[in-house]
């Protein structure tokens, strides 16, 4: 790396579930901790999410887990939220310490967390829309 590119990650792509409340509060939390603006987002609901899970393999009506897509890999549930800790500005990078943990063991956390979202965080009608200053991270 040189110049400009030096320290400046490789863009990805966060999809969420952009009714649920925790979901929206997942962007609102990466973007102040992201500020050379690494993530994109798109809600798992749009256009472009659609293509992106069918891209990834995944299926298209699969709410239930954020979707981190870095370097064309698709990484979901625990694996993703870890992945996006790791790329925000210290100390969030320390939770990437987590992965650790075996799979199974972080996804049921994960599942069970993903499963009682709506009911302990609320959910909208429609999908989360970005105010205009933030509308060009969104895909």
């Not at 579930?17 to 973007?31: E, N, S």
């Not at 999410?49 to 979901?76: C, F, I, M, S, W």
């Amino acid at each position: 790396m040189t110049g400009a590119d030096e320290g400046k990650q490789k863009e990805a792509i966060v999809l969420i579930d952009g009714v649920c409340h925790l979901c929206q509060g997942l962007v609102r939390f990466i973007i102040p901790r992201d500020p050379q603006a690494n993530f994109k987002f798109a809600s798992l609901q749009s256009e472009a999410g659609q293509a992106l899970l069918r891209a990834g393999g995944l299926p298209e009506h699969q709410l239930n887990t954020v979707v981190l897509v870095e370097d064309g890999k698709y990484y979901t549930e625990s694996a993703a939220a870890l992945r996006i800790a790791r790329r925000l500005r210290f100390p969030w990078p320390a939770l990437y310490a987590f992965i650790l943990i075996p799979r199974p063991l972080r996804n049921a956390v994960y599942r069970f967390v993903a499963r009682n979202r709506y009911r302990w965080f609320g959910k909208d009608e429609q999908c989360l829309v970005p105010t205009p200053e933030l509308k060009r991270r969104f895909l």
